[in-house]
Structure formats: structure tokens, C-alpha cells
């Protein structure tokens, strides 16, 4: 992320090479690396698994999903080329003779190449086999240079502080900190990494990002998508495991962050880490007022219709697992004092968006008369992350004519109207800083423990009783009642985030 070069030579191994994120994000990812130039002249990707496949089946598997997800999945001439570096192997990987096999196969590579090459092992595998996985691969030796090892972990990591805190020791004694690289992959994403060069690399914003000028902070990510096929993981963790815990405490720490004094990575993580410290922890008997669960209903999806949470596939049928999760926060410090942070995600929502809304304070007095000023509204800068990237200012303009009437307008700023090319994907940004072994946009482990620290106290409320009005709200709505009354009872409501260009306050 910081410096961007052509990586050394290179083998990737992925644990769970047979599986979805494989097939839909990883090999996709590393095609499109290919395509840009940005892999090195000598680079290999093994899958293993416990599936049989011959090599040309697997290299048909992954490229029917490059043909679906890269962004050069036109561009099939420069298939040959990478397949030619793709493998795959059968795999048990709870046996220690599977990774002696694996070892053979990586230094019969290196031995090719007459050099040895940074060796990466994904973990795209279920979170049981991260700490046995982790034993036998740091016993094999395949990771004994550390300086070439990096050892990739999905989330989610731990279910709560003392899980994570458990697995962070055992990793601890496995790999070097600097081998560690846990994704969060909304930190890959581009308009994420510019919420950073927004805040910093500007003069004009900064002055007014504290408790001075801002009223609150809001940050949805919403999804019109339900679970698919993933009900047997989902059920087990919901949306504040799935989401919160990760994605929208990182968007509050890129919000809420002092800046460093140098874009390193463990400078940046730190000063991540002190917004996460900062965050005001929850009592028990606090979690009613300040946090909201739902769970989705049947309803309306773009004119479809769509089945509820508990007649998903692998779903409990009294599941009390939350689809839905909103919070307020406090960051105790002194530039956010006092400005509450309003976050909510949900599946089955009316929009797929992810947005971060700074809402400013009122002018301190209102010179115009009455009826200039029906249509005022505060200032607001929204950020948006996806699908429409981009910026939009809020500010007052005099509405053309004789009298003097004042009316919102909208500064933007448009990725697709700034810069040609598409964005890459997260997950090419973070292979690539990987690969390079660049962890800022990879989670340390205090982060993660941090993380945990504040959803846990939630999560236990929660987990101890069932809500009995689920399901709340319909599928296609924004959520359940409670959500809304969460933030009137502020006098606030949440902000309409629409993708076009009128932007009325939400209706349910
Ligand atoms: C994943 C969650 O981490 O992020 C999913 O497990 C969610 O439930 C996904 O759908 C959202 O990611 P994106 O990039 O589509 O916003």
C-alpha cells in the first residue's frame, strides 16, 4: 500500500484451494495481478484441499471462476500463461505427513528457480484448523526463514477477546508478529485507503474534524444480499461478529484516528489501536438503550421476493441470531468528546451501501429570516465507500431569484468521473502488500483483541437472551423500529444515503 513494486519471486499456497473464496476472490485477484505485471516472472499458486482433482480440473474450476469475477475476465489470452503456474494438491491438512509432501513440492519449486522465494500460506479454512494448521506448519519447516514466510489468516478471528486473545499466543508461538498478515478485507478496499489520504493529505479538512465543528458520525454498511449459502457460519455469528467486530470499528478508526507522524504501518496501527482503546465500553445494563438487534422477515428485494432469515438454508427455524446490529458509541478522548458515532449494518436491506456521514453543528447564529432558511440544513460530508464512489459535500447556496431563499446543494467528487482506469480489487491490494510484506493494511493483534473488547459486552447481553419479536423487519426495509428510535431519541434520524442524486431524508 505504501510503496508499491514488483514482488520477488513468489509461491502462494492455499489452505482450502477447493473453495469459495478461492475460486471467487483469490485466483481472480491474482489473474488480475498477473494481467497488470505486477506478479513476478517467477510466481506459483498451489491449491490443496481434501477434494481429488487433477491439475487441468482445477485450472478449469479457477478459471471458470476468473471468467466470472476478475476484471480482466474479457481478456482470457493471458490465461494460458497463468495457468501454467497453477497446481493443486490433495491434501489432508491435519496430517504431519501432508506437509513434509507440501515442503518437498515448494523446495522442488525453489529448486527450479534456483532461488529461494517468499513463501505464502493462505488460511482460507474454517476457523477450527487455524491453530492445527499452525502447529504442523510451523513444525514442518516450511516457515523456518521467517523473513520469507507470511502466513495469511481470514476472519473471523476468535469470537470473543479471550478466543482471539488465545489464538493471537498460539500464533505468537508459531510465526514472527511480522510473518502474521489477518485480513480485514474492507481495508483493501480503495475509497477506504482514501478515507486516510482525505483526512491528511488535506488542509482544509482537518481543522473541522473534532467535537468543535461535528455533530455526530454515522456509518452504515447495508446489504441487500442475505446469507446464501453461508447460513451454517452466519447463524453461529451475526451481523455484530460478522461486521462490527471487523469492518465498521475499522471505518470508525480511519474516521476517528489522529495522524501519524509517518505513513509506516505500525505507526498507522497505532494510532488505530488508541481510537479502538478510546471507545467508551458498554456495561451490561447499558446495552438496551445503546445497541439494536433484528432479524429479517420475508419480503421485497428490488421487486423480488425473498424468503426470511429462518427459512434460510442451514438456519436454526427459532434462529435469534441478529441479521441486523446498531450502535451507538463514545470515543473518550479529546478531540471526539461528547460526538456520538451511530453504526448499523444489515443483511436484506433496502440498499447494498457502505457510507461514513460526518454530520456538522449548526451555524452558531442564523442571520437569514424565517423563510430564507425552511430548507437549511447543517453541513455534511459523506463518504462513499460503494457501490458509487465518492465524495458529496453538503452546504447552503441562495437559491436563484429576487428573494432571498436558502437550499442544500452538493459538491462531489466521483471516482468514475476523476480517474479512468477501475480500481483494483481489495483483495489484489492486499495480495500484493502481502507479497511485499506491507502489514498496514493488515490487522496486528491488539487491534483485533481491541476489537473484540468492545463487541463482547454486547454479544453477552445478547447471546443470554432471546429477543422474542423476531423477526423485526421486513426484508427490503432499513431495519427494524428500534433502530430508528436508537437515534430519535438524540433528535437525530438516520441520513438517506441514495445512490442517485436526490437525497431526501430516509423513508422506511
Ligand atoms: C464479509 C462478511 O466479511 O463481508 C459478509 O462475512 C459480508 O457477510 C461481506 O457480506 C461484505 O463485504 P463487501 O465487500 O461485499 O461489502
Redesign the pocket.
Known amino acids: 500500500m505504501i510503496s508499491a513494486q514488483r514482488p520477488g519471486p513468489v509461491v502462494i499456497t492455499i489452505f482450502g484451494g477447493g473453495g469459495d473464496l478461492a475460486w471467487r476472490k483469490l485466483v481472480p485477484a491474482l489473474f488480475d495481478l498477473y494481467r497488470d505485471e505486477w506478479l513476478p516472472e517467477q510466481f506459483a499458486i498451489v491449491g490443496i484441499d481434501k477434494e481429488s482433482y487433477s491439475a487441468a480440473a482445477y485450472q478449469e474450476h479457477v478459471e471458470d471462476g476468473v471468467k466470472r469475477f476478475a476484471r480482466h475476465r474479457k481478456n482470457a489470452k493471458a490465461w494460458k500463461g497463468f495457468a501454467s503456474a497453477v497446481s493443486y494438491q490433495k491434501l489432508d491438512f491435519t496430517k504431519k505427513k501432508s506437509f513434509q509432501t507440501l515442503l518437498a513440492k515448494i523446495e522442488k519449486i525453489e529448486k527450479e528457480w534456483d532461488q529461494k522465494a517468499c513463501r505464502i500460506f493462505y488460511f482460507a479454512i474454517p476457523p477450527s484448523l487455524i491453530e492445527p494448521v499452525s502447529h504442523l506448519l510451523a513444525d514442518s519447516g516450511l516457515t523456518a526463514e521467517s523473513k520469507l514466510a507470511r502466513i495469511v489468516v481470514e476472519?473471523p478471528f476468535g469470537r470473543d477477546y479471550e478466543s482471539a486473545r488465545k489464538l493471537n499466543e498460539m500464533m505468537k508461538h508459531c510465526f514472527e508478529e511480522s510473518s502474521v498478515f489477518r485480513i480485514d478485507?474492507?481495508l483493501g478496499?480503495e475509497t477506504v485507503q482514501n478515507i486516510v489520504a482525505f483526512r491528511f493529505a488535506n488542509a482544509i479538512f482537518e481543522p473541522l474534524w473534532n467535537r468543535n465543528y461535528i455533530d455526530h458520525v454515522q456509518i452504515t454498511?447495508s446489504?441487500q444480499?442475505g446469507?446464501g449459502h453461508?447460513g451454517a457460519y452466519?447463524d453461529h455469528?451475526g451481523a455484530l461478529r460478522?461486521?462490527v467486530q471487523?469492518?465498521l470499528l475499522q471505518l470508525l478508526c480511519l474516521t476517528a484516528m489522529e495522524p501519524s507522524v509517518r505513513f509506516v504501518a505500525d505507526e498507522l496501527r497505532n494510532r488505530k489501536v488508541d481510537v479502538l482503546r478510546a471507545v467508551q465500553l458498554f456495561d451490561h445494563e447499558d446495552v438496551t438503550e445503546l445497541a439494536v438487534r433484528g432479524q429479517y422477515a420475508a419480503g421485497w428485494i428490488e421487486r423480488n421476493s425473498v424468503a426470511a432469515y429462518r427459512h434460510e438454508e442451514k438456519v436454526a427455524e427459532n434462529s435469534s441470531t441478529e441479521t441486523f446490529a446498531a450502535l451507538k458509541l463514545h470515543v473518550d478522548n479529546w478531540r471526539w468528546q461528547g460526538v456520538p458515532f451511530y453504526l448499523r449494518t444489515g443483511?436484506r436491506l433496502r440498499e447494498?451501501l457502505?457510507s461514513i456521514a460526518i454530520q456538522f453543528r449548526p451555524v452558531p447564529h442564523q442571520a437569514f429570516p424565517v423563510e430564507a432558511i425552511e430548507a437549511w440544513e447543517p453541513n455534511r460530508l459523506i463518504i462513499n465507500v460503494?457501490p458509487r464512489k465518492g465524495i458529496r459535500i453538503r452546504f447552503q447556496a441562495k437559491q436563484p431569484g429576487l428573494k432571498m431563499v436558502l437550499n442544500p446543494v452538493d459538491m462531489q467528487f466521483n471516482y468514475s468521473d476523476s480517474y479512468d482506469q477501475e480500481p483494483p480489487d481489495?483483495y489484489e491490494t492486499l495480495l500484493l502488500d502481502v507479497m511485499l510484506g506491507d502489514q498496514t493494511l493488515f490487522m496486528r493483534h491488539d487491534q483485533i483483541e481491541a476489537a473484540w473488547k468492545i463487541v463482547d459486552p454486547i454479544t453477552e447481553v445478547w447471546d443470554a437472551t432471546s429477543p422474542p419479536d423476531f423477526p423485526d423487519y421486513p426484508a427490503g426495509s432499513w431495519g427494524p423500529e428500534n433502530a430508528h428510535a436508537l437515534i430519535a431519541r438524540d433528535g437525530r434520524t438516520w441520513l438517506s444515503l441514495p445512490l442517485d442524486d436526490d437525497d431526501e431524508d430516509e423513508r422506511k
Open positions: 476472519k478485507h474492507y478496499k454498511v446489504e444480499l446469507v453461508r452466519y455469528a460478522d461486521m471487523n469492518h443483511k447494498t457502505t460503494q481489495a
